[in-house]
């Protein structure tokens, strides 16, 4: 079985290099609106979705500490799984499980009755982001291109 590649989901138009967010709330709004910019979910959407990642939240974070957050939730507005990448430049904070600041944040909204993909893609965020050199190129990204080209290479040494 292959490995999920991160580009399968994550399309070029829902990342953002200069998140503007400071607080929980306002960093999942901002991610889901990259979702409606890229053409993933439609506007009316988007309402929608931010209560149900907000809900998956209040039961426990999904800052999964080292400065990576990854809010994720399911929605029958999806067909298929998509994504969201984005990049805090001073860090939110996100109720992290070791309590640091979050830079790093990947969404991923799931179609209602899916359970594999959504699984496979969490896991292997997780996976990736455990690793400094992948956690500090992201950072270090200075536009989107950048950000695609470093998980590319990730991807390309999954498969």
């Known amino acids: 079985m292959a490995s999920v590649k991160i580009t399968d989901f994550l399309r070029e138009k829902a990342i953002s290099v200069e998140m503007s967010a400071g607080d929980k ?64 430049r001073p860090g939110v904070q996100f109720d992290s499980l070791d309590g640091e600041a979050v830079h790093i944040f990947f969404l991923l909204i799931a179609p209602e009755d899916s359970a594999g993909p959504h699984l496979k893609a969490l896991a292997r965020i997780s996976r990736l982001l455990k690793d400094r050199f992948f956690r500090e190129s992201l950072r270090e990204s200075r536009d989107i291109k950048q950000v695609l080209k470093v998980i590319q290479q990730e991807d390309q040494k999954a498969s």
């Open 25 to 88: 709330e306002g960093v999942i709004r901002e991610l889901v609106e990259l979702l409606v910019q890229a053409g993933e979910i439609k506007s009316a959407d988007a309402q929608k979705l931010v209560p149900i990642l907000m809900a998956r939240e209040a039961l426990g974070s999904t800052g999964i500490g080292q400065g990576v957050g990854i809010p994720h939730g399911k929605s029958d507005c999806v067909k298929e799984l998509v994504g969201a990448f984005g990049l805090s």
